[in-house]
Every structure is written in structure tokens, then in C-alpha cells.
């Protein structure tokens, strides 16, 4: 049964319905082709492999490293205020010049360490390079939830989960070619003059790959336009959604979840430390992560259409406790550290569709875009006060630090997984998941 959305009359939701349906083939091409495209390019700019990778190039502590990492968190908090900035009429072009502007940061700041890095000092270089990072934060931030809602709105209820999985497939598959691109980048040059190439071509490739966001066909915004239907305003929409307990318990177990992947980007900085791997090995981390959504893809396609997204929770928060658990067991190998990283990166993207899809679910009348916004922000303060404090550990005991980091990740990850076994109802059903599937 089709939800209904941001009070739209029976009528009205039945005749965006055969729009929706109408402009399916379209908008899944659209939305794959901007994820086949960004994935090559990527790699070469991946936030959670090549940001702090290239800040430990530079020299900087790892404490630091995750302060830098932190303030993509820290700038979530825009996130309430996307769907009023960006959303909307015409919100289909302002998510694309968020994006054409997140891009063509990345090949500013390439071009100019590659003309003008001998005319400043590494210092100089490191408070660019971070101010780089806040307009990255700033533009994915208003862009990544009205994005998000654009897509489900856009996608009728019972196909949202095959979209995600075909978009999370292109993301891993052509990623992987991406890694390929990167790793070869990485080896022409020595460290940093081969980052610099490998930002501007990767950069150059994503700031193309936008355009295929103009060719979504917004016929949501379109239906709500015509209709003068508006939501909520975000405070107003906020309190809508912390009323409901389902919504609530669900938040807590997932800011749990979120809290753990915040200690994963340590992850990097024991290969690169504990266990020595170069500079062109370390770029694998970059590698695998495209693996993640290939395995959150497969696990979409065959579960969530079925079986609801808080299925995808539980595996997400299985899969993101094994990727701390690998490096406990095994504390010397590569592959250990690699195959943990590529589960994290399933996380990331399992928790992504998991917040959006589960949460609209739960509460249908509150936007997409507001939930994602909500969840992120109330998700900051634990994450602010546990990502410093693991790479803290790190800098302090070095490998038992790290120990102790992976530890802390996987004991999050099992109340999560407990969490949304237990007390998490799916929308869908009513029912615990383990009860719908007795029942098929």
C-alpha cells in the first residue's frame, strides 16, 4: 500500500502515483548514472579514505585527523535547514550547483598546490586544505538530504528498495574501477604532488557526473507545488517526529550505530601506523570501501522490498560489529583490516537508506529530508565527544589504543544489533521481522 505524503489527499497521492510511475525509467537512470559516474571520479576524493590519508602526508596527529573528520559531522547540524535553502521549487538545480560547487572545490584546491606548493608552508597548506574540507561539509550537508528526498519522493514505496540497491551496486562496481584509476595516480608521483593529480582528475570526473541530476523529473515537488502543500516547518516537523516511540527507540539504536562508525576512519590510521602499509597500499582502503555497497546493494535487493528496512538495520549493525571485531581477532593482517573497512562502508550506506526509507515509513507525513536532518543532528553530540576520544587512544597507546577504539566500536554495534531485534517494531507489519518471516 502506497504511503501518503506531506497530507495529500487520496486523489492527489493516486495521480502522483501514475506520475511516479510514469517516470520511473527516467529517474532510476538518472539517479544510477550520477552514482556510475561520481564512482569513478571518487575514489580519488573519497572523504573517509583520502582526506585522512592525505592529512597524515602531511604530518598531521592523528587527534587532529579526527577533529578534521569531525567537522563533517560537526556541519550536519545544516542539514535542518537544506529542505528551506535548497528545497522546495526548484530544488532539482540548487541540489545540482551544491554539488558543481563540492566538485570544483576539490580541483580549486588540487590545481593550486600543483602551481603554488613550493611558494607556501606545509602549515599554509594544512589550514587550506581544512578550510577546503568546511565547504565540502557545507555543500554535502544542504545537498545530501534534499538529494535523498528528491529520490524517494520520486520513487513509489514498493520500488525503493530495488532503486537503492541498483544505485548502491553502481556506486561499489564502478568504484572499484575508480580505485583502479587512484592506485595508478598514486604511483606516478611522490607524496603529496600524487594526491594533488589524484583530487584534480577525480574531481574533474564528479563535477561532470552532476549533470545527470538535471535530468531527474521532479514530479513530487511538481504535484506539491500545483496543490500549495507544504510541510511542516523543520522545528515544528522535528517535534512531529520525536512523538512517535517507534521513531524514538529507532533513533537511539541508530545514533548508537552512527556512533560506532565514527571511531571506523581509525581503521586507516592503524594500517598506515601499526602495521606500516605504504602510501600506495593505504590507497586500497579507498579501494574496498566500494566494495561496502556492493554488499549493502545485495542486501538491499533481496531484503528490503520484502521485508522492510529495519531487516537492513539488523544486518547493518551486524555487519559494522564484525568491521571492529576482524582487526581484534586478527591484529597483524592487511586483509583483516581491509575486509573490516569494506563491511564499514556497507554501513555507511545501509544506515543512509536505513534513516531515510525506515524513518519516512514510521512517519509519513514528515519529509525525507527532515528526518535525515533530525537523525544526523541528534546523532552529533555523542559522536563529538567519541571520535576525539578514540583517536586520543590512539595517539596515547598507539596499538592498544587502537585496541581499545575496536573494542568500543563492537560493543556499540551489539546493543544496536539487540536494539533493533527487540524493541524496533517495522512499520510495515507491525511485527518483529522474525515473526513476517514465519509467516511468508
Not at 501518503?4 to 532510476?28: C, G, P
Not at 562496481?173 to 603529496?192: E, H
Request: aromatic share 12%; glycine share 8%.
Amino acid at each position: 500500500m502506497q504511503q501518503t505524503n506531506h497530507s495529500l489527499s487520496n486523489e492527489q497521492q493516486s495521480n502522483l502515483d501514475v506520475l511516479l510511475n510514469q517516470s520511473l525509467k527516467r529517474n532510476n537512470l538518472a539517479a544510477v548514472s550520477w552514482e556510475i559516474i561520481w564512482s569513478i571520479g571518487s575514489p580519488s576524493c573519497l572523504i573517509a579514505a583520502m582526506v585522512p590519508l592525505y592529512l597524515f602526508t602531511l604530518g598531521v596527529t592523528k587527534t587532529t585527523v579526527q577533529f578534521v573528520m569531525l567537522l563533517f559531522a560537526i556541519m550536519t547540524f545544516l542539514q535542518i535547514l537544506g529542505p528551506r535553502i535548497i528545497g522546495g521549487t526548484g530544488r532539482k538545480f540548487k541540489t545540482y550547483l551544491m554539488y558543481a560547487i563540492f566538485t570544483f572545490s576539490w580541483m580549486f584546491y588540487s590545481l593550486a598546490a600543483l602551481v603554488a606548493w613550493n611558494f607556501f608552508s606545509r602549515n599554509v597548506w594544512i589550514f587550506l586544505f581544512v578550510f577546503h574540507c568546511l565547504i565540502l561539509a557545507i555543500t554535502d550537508n544542504l545537498g545530501f538530504p534534499v538529494y535523498n528526498e528528491m529520490i524517494l519522493e520520486n520513487t513509489p514505496l514498493k520500488k525503493r528498495g530495488n532503486l537503492a540497491s541498483m544505485r548502491s551496486i553502481a556506486v561499489g562496481s564502478f568504484g572499484l574501477i575508480g580505485m583502479l584509476l587512484t592506485r595508478w595516480l598514486m604511483k606516478q608521483k611522490p607524496s603529496p604532488v600524487n594526491y594533488h593529480y589524484a583530487f584534480l582528475i577525480g574531481g574533474t570526473i564528479m563535477f561532470l557526473s552532476c549533470l545527470a541530476v538535471l535530468g531527474i523529473k521532479d514530479n513530487a515537488q511538481t504535484v506539491y507545488d500545483s496543490h500549495k502543500i507544504k510541510p511542516p516547518a523543520p522545528v515544528k516537523a522535528a517535534k512531529i517526529l520525536l512523538k512517535n516511540f517507534n521513531f524514538r527507540v529507532f533513533l537511539f539504536f541508530y545514533i548508537l550505530s552512527i556512533s560506532a562508525q565514527s571511531l571506523a576512519p581509525l581503521i586507516i590510521g592503524y594500517g598506515k601506523e601499526i602495521l606500516e602499509m605504504n602510501p600506495a597500499d593505504a590507497v586500497l582502503f579507498s579501494g574496498v570501501y566500494f566494495i561496502g555497497p556492493i554488499i549493502a546493494g545485495v542486501c538491499m535487493k533481496s531484503l528490503a522490498d520484502r521485508y522492510g528496512f529495519r531487516l537492513i538495520g539488523i544486518v547493518s549493525a551486524f555487519l559494522l560489529g564484525t568491521t571492529f571485531i576482524l582487526p581484534l581477532l586478527s591484529p597483524h593482517s592487511r586483509l583483516a583490516l581491509l575486509a573490516g573497512y569494506a563491511l564499514y562502508a556497507a554501513t555507511v550506506t545501509m544506515n543512509a537508506h536505513v534513516l531515510a526509507n525506515l524513518g519516512f515509513e514510521m512517519v509519513s507525513e514528515i519529509k525525507p529530508s527532515v528526518i535525515i536532518a533530525v537523525g544526523s543532528i541528534i546523532a552529533l553530540p555523542p559522536v563529538f565527544l567519541l571520535s576525539p576520544f578514540g583517536g586520543w587512544l590512539a595517539d596515547r597507546y598507539a596499538a592498544a589504543g587502537y585496541q581499545a577504539v575496536f573494542a568500543m566500536g563492537a560493543t556499540l554495534c551489539f546493543c544496536t544489533l539487540l536494539g533493533f531485534l527487540t524493541l524496533i517494531r517495522e512499520p510495515r507489519t507491525g511485527h518483529e521481522i522474525y515473526i513476517r518471516i514465519r509467516e511468508m
